[in-house]
């Protein structure tokens, strides 16, 4: 089991910067690979990154790619996603999940599926 606990989000105008975190408890969360969706109102859930269990690869969504930066650190058992130049079409609830398989081909990391455990997200709200 990886419980997940997602923080940071917060009201931010467009252009902003926003960095939000996920804190992991309980299985070795450096042997899990760890991804961050998003889920907009009346919106089917979206993959926004994913970062290997090592963090050496790492893998974005369309709307974050260029802006947006997934990170993790396997010391402190914490998950990370910088979003810059924020967007409206950023606000969602943003959730953090964690996929214990061995690691995956790149072009299946976006796949909410695959990921096991997840938070119950943070509210990311961008105002123009």
């Known amino acids: 089991q990886v419980q997940l606990v997602e923080s940071g989000g917060r009201s931010a105008q467009a252009g902003d910067s926003l960095k939000l975190s996920c804190a992991a408890s309980?299985?070795?969360?450096?042997?899990?690979?760890m991804a961050w969706f998003r889920q907009a109102p009346g919106s089917e859930r979206e993959f926004v990154a994913a970062?290997?269990?090592?963090?050496?690869?790492?893998y974005y969504g369309n709307s974050v790619l260029g802006r947006s930066t997934i990170s993790r650190d396997n010391i402190k058992n914490m998950g990370f996603l910088q979003i810059n130049t924020l967007k409206a079409d950023d606000t969602a609830i943003y959730y953090c999940?964690?996929?214990?398989?061995?690691?995956?081909?790149?072009?299946?990391?976006?796949?909410?599926?695959?990921?096991?455990?997840w938070g119950r997200g943070t509210q990311v709200t961008v105002s123009s």
């Open positions: 999940a964690a996929d214990p398989s061995p690691p995956r081909p790149p072009q299946t990391m976006g796949v909410a599926s695959n990921y096991v455990f």
């Open positions: 309980g299985r070795n969360f450096r042997h899990v690979a």
């Open positions: 970062i290997s269990w090592n963090g050496h690869d790492t």
